[in-house]
């Protein structure tokens, strides 16, 4: 390559800030150019050439596009990749993926992400079976769980039985503190049925004490616990 060319290379890379590794590589790509404007035009080449300026500015511009991708589709520094962060199920049924596992960082958009699918693990999961630090589902497990059949979580509430730190269930519910429109064991238990050390109901049986008239429900209806209440 003649000097002049390998000058036109230099003033280039001076304009252009950034690392040298990066910088080592716009050499090889910006030599592989001007080597081809020269095959092509031979002598005349340089005039086919553009101003370094607007050279360097457009590598620049091409830089400030490559980081910004970068920040969208990698994972940011909070979050270190180990092993299996995000994992969709090709298979659907009624267009919902079989399984999605997610730490609640989306690579293809850079943004947070909820766990939906049949089985739905992320921290914010929603799914028929779901678990996550909020999860909703048929059946869920969570920090926050929100449940149709059954609900198991520090905060638990479910339309069918919940068990949690609290626990709200209609048919029953136990945790340290159990509301129920059905039965209710816990510390506190309030339901039709409640059984605990403080208890609101129609029938209840407080634990310590042994009081209570929650045997007669039992007696007519699960005959088969009432060894519990000797």
Not at 33 to 41: F, G, K, L, S
Not at 207 to 216: D, F, L, R, S, Y
Request: net charge neutral.
């Amino acid at each position: 390559m003649l000097a002049q060319y390998k000058n036109y290379i230099e003033e280039v890379l001076e304009i252009i800030e950034t690392d040298p590794k990066t910088k080592e590589k716009i050499r090889q790509s910006l030599t592989e150019h001007v080597d081809a404007i020269v095959e092509r035009y031979g002598s005349l080449a340089s005039s086919y050439l553009d101003e370094p300026e607007k050279v360097a500015m457009e590598f620049m511009d091409n830089l400030k596009t490559d980081n910004v991708q970068k920040d969208v589709y990698e994972y940011p520094w909070w979050l270190k990749k180990r092993g299996i962060h995000r994992k969709i199920s090709k298979k659907k049924i009624l267009n919902i993926p079989l399984y999605h596992i997610t730490d609640g960082y989306n690579p293809e958009t850079g943004e947070f992400e909820v766990a939906k699918g049949f089985f739905a693990i992320g921290p914010v999961a929603l799914g028929v079976v779901s678990c996550g630090g909020a999860a909703t589902g048929i059946i869920s497990f969570g920090g926050i769980s929100l449940g149709l059949l059954l609900s198991l979580g520090g905060v638990s509430v479910a339309l069918g039985g919940a068990i949690g730190g609290f626990a709200m269930g209609g048919l029953f519910a136990l945790g340290g503190a159990a509301i129920s429109y059905g039965l209710a064991f816990g510390g506190y238990a309030s339901g039709h049925v409640a059984i605990g050390d403080v208890t609101e109901g129609k029938y209840f049986f407080h634990i310590k004490t042994g009081e209570g008239n929650a045997i007669e429900w039992f007696k007519r209806y699960m005959p088969y616990l009432t060894r519990y209440f000797k």
